[in-house]
């Protein structure tokens, strides 16, 4: 063999060799090296360059789990990086790797699910992200292994789900799942897993204002965390601000200073622990405590650090930014310098939003809702300081439409609370800030008599009236599904689609944005756009509660009520009653000053309704006369031609029966003798959605304590009269039960319920109706009816002791089983106020029930009730306020048996006789000869 052939020879042997051991060894290495370097880069691009490279070696060379468990690992490192569609690509893909080959790994299929949920929920993407919990949810049920051999992760996928129910407003749900995620947190055996879970329960009990709650278990977090760790300074900033929220702004002070000084020391090691979002809460925890303190130096320096934090970021906008902006008009505020307040809040208005341009959007872009409503109002407050030392007519008008402004911000806040958290921010903020609108509103109106502000102050005592009514309306829309889930998921999903896109334009700041994110954000606008229509059309009741949060104007209430109604409206504030009067096609505006004692005087003449009277006369001629001259007699003259009254109460007005007020020494002329009254949560609430019945109404009736074996201490022995005058279909004693209710009301028109109720003032939700006691659950409780899907009826009659007894709340009204009846969807309720005797209650229902059926309005059919008791020589044993003034009408004062035209065959047999002799005779006189 010659020399060269050798040399090839030789050169193809040790290629062929070096070629054998890379395809042994060397694949291996590669992927693995490979996932390696993925895990180590920076960049986004080259994190997925490097995995995808390693994923595809690895299904090459079969080793399909290696390359799930990289889509996984891959997916995770983006999602801590914020980067949520990237990764949600790589955790699909790793599921169609699992699918595909068949890879029998229980735990690594739920860790796909999970943090495919996690995604979306962050996104956030609510419809998809309720599908992969669920999905996640049913494979822990299915595989229950999972649990014992991840609990650590599942604790996580937990948490994940608790906070993506927290955002969308079932804190029920939340906590569960976060009670979840605490019991495997210790069956993990993980101290700093367990101080987390411990951390968002607190979390969850400071948004529900429960401060005593939320700290213990923030202390029980911070006991877990590292001492010098960055979690214990978390731990103490965290406690610190609930501390603030119960008054204890001195504690919470060291405690954040000392957190931050640690903070410090942390970062002086390692400057990789740096953390911007603890340095912008510690410094506007620290700020919020110190203007408590009325330091208000050191709240401004700290504030100031805040917002300086932000503009280092390059962040234009963000919660902590915006509240800071808030913070700094609040502190020139109480320094009296408007104008500097007005400049700070129009910075907390702007960096509590997401910029729209020139373009309208379906769902406004916020970076914070609660923070542009209190910039909003600080505003509101800064222009209302300016006009009280000019007392310019421009600077009121831009005060009153501020304020106004602000108060359709809180009612649009309002929806997205939960009832807890919605209540206690209308006493503290809501309420306050109504009070003063009224009052300038009515200022404004005397110096102009414009109708344009008249129409304006009957907007706000309507929309306080009604808010939280309207606000229940829609939690149970939602929570009872009378709107489906899906199209609530979307719903949200939108919303903050919305909301995450126009952030990424705002973070775009100088730079141009992409034509793709500008595409994109115009999509997602028409899809929004085509969904609120969608919505308007097919549950309007939801979209009207959810987005149109104009009451009923005045010009619409005034040209829909005929000339025999008036509206009277009343709203309290601490010094004047103010009252508008809406009648005959014109309305009036009057304000009194509430005289000393007054809670006092509705109270005592209150007392001297409800005792029985036995043989003694009416007390209470003095109260009433007192209050007929303070309430109605500045109105007499204008509504003496009228026979109808609604009445909208606000405040204490709600323990008043307006029905016994009277002319001193006049008691022939009760209110309730004259007029037909009924009672309105609002105009709104009272009118739209007003129905037309057609023919008799299906009447369901209950009489639980009727019979013969009940107990005469419970037995209301007029009760099975009562429900046989009614007729229909009805229940009495042991046939009367809550589950027949239950089954039976869906059918019905009318609802009567002859039995026992009883108020409870101190807890108002623990109030009930009592069915027959033979069956173990026999209690109907408010907190029911509220949730029972009673739309259908035209009416419930509560023929029963306190139906319209209860608490009052500044927030809420009269919290009674009427109400209740209300926000279950009855628009007529006919309820008594208070204990009276059976005897008189059965007969007043039966007469009331007798002037329905001849087709009179129910206000109508309930004077000619009242008047009865004073006609009837029968009834004047019961001439009494005590018996007839108990009865309540509240809402729609419909016609519930509509006049139906009845057979007579004598008169349509005369008719048909005459028509054929008028037809004869006008066949002669048409001169129309017969043919030969």
Known sequence: MSCSSKRVLSFLLGFFTCLFANLQADPIVSHQSLFKKAMAEQTVGQVESYGRKACEIAIRQKHFQDAASYYLEIGKVLYNRGNYLPGIAQALTGLKVIDRFKIKNDTLKFKHFSLLAAFYSRLPMNDSATYWFTKSNDWLKQQPIVSKTIPAEVCGHYLNQALFHGWTGDFGRSTKYLHEALVLSKEAKSVRLESIVYNYLGNSYYKAENFIQADQYYRKALAGY?????????????????LRATGNASRAILQIQRAQRQYEQIVKKDPLQYDFDFEIQSANYLAQCFRLNHDLDAAEKAFKTCIDLHKKSGQKQGEFLAFSWVGLARIALDRQQADAALDYAREGINAARYPDGSKKTAFPAMASEKAHYEALLVSAEAKRGKWEKSQDLEALVATVLAYDESLNAAARLRRNMIPVESKQFHIEKVSKSTDTAVRLCYELFIKTKSERWKRLLFD?????????????????????????????????????????????????????????????????????????????????????????????SLDSLTARLDRETAYLSFFLDKTHIYCILIHHGVSEVKRVLLPAGFSRLVMQLRQALVADPVMFAFSGQSQSAALYDMLVSPFMKSVKSTTR???????????????????????????????????????????????????????????????????????????????????????????????????????????????????????????????????PDSLLYATEIVNMPLEKLRLVVLSACEGHEGSFSKAEGLLSLARAFRIAGCKTILTTSWKAQSESISEFSKLFHQFLREGHPADIALLKTRQRFFEDTRLLKWAHPYYWA??????????????????????????????????????RRSGVTRPL
Not at 229 to 242: F, K, P, T, V
Not at 469 to 491: C, F, G, M, N, Q
Not at 892 to 900: L, T
């Open 886 to 923: 108990n009865f309540t009408l509240i809402g729609n004062a419909a016609v519930i048996y509509p006049p139906e035209t009845s057979y007579d065959p004598w008169f349509y047999g005369a008719g048909a006789l005459l028509l054929a002799a008028f037809s004869v005779q006008a066949f």
């Open 460 to 552: 706000l005592t309507e929309r306080n009236r009604s808010m939280v009514i309207s606000d229940l309306l829609h939690e149970k829309y939602r929570v009872v599904k009378e709107v489906p889930s899906a199209v609530i998921t979307v719903e949200r999903s939108l919303r903050h689609r919305t909301s995450d896109l126009k952030k990424q334009l705002a973070a775009s700041q100088s730079k141009r944005p992409t034509d793709s994110l500008l595409a994109l954000i115009n999509k997602v606008d028409v899809q929004s756009f085509n969904f609120l229509d969608s919505l308007e059309r097919e549950f309007k009741p939801y979209y009207e509660l959810k987005y149109d949060f104009r009451e009923m």
């Open 645 to 775: 009254l609604i009445i909208a109460r606000d405040g204490m007005l709600h323990y008043l029966p307006f029905e016994v007020l009277a002319p001193k020494n006049k008691t022939d002329q009760f209110l309730g003798r004259h007029f037909a009254i009924s009672y309105s949560y609002s105009a709104r609430l009272t009118f739209e959605g007003e129905s037309q019945f057609n023919g008799a109404p299906k009447v369901l009736s209950y009489a639980p304590f009727a019979g013969d074996r009940t107990p005469d201490s419970s037995k209301l022995i007029s009760s099975l009269s009562e429900v046989n005058a009614w007729k229909g279909k009805f229940f009495t004693d042991s046939s009367a039960t809550k589950p027949s209710l239950y089954r039976n009301v869906s059918e019905a028109d009318v609802l009567l319920l002859a039995t026992h109720a009883m108020a409870d003032v101190k807890v108002p939700e623990n109030s009930f109706i009592a069915f027959h006691p033979d069956t």
């Open 226 to 242: 590292k001492s010098g760790s960055l979690d214990n300074c978390w731990g103490e900033i965290i406690l610190a601000n609930n």
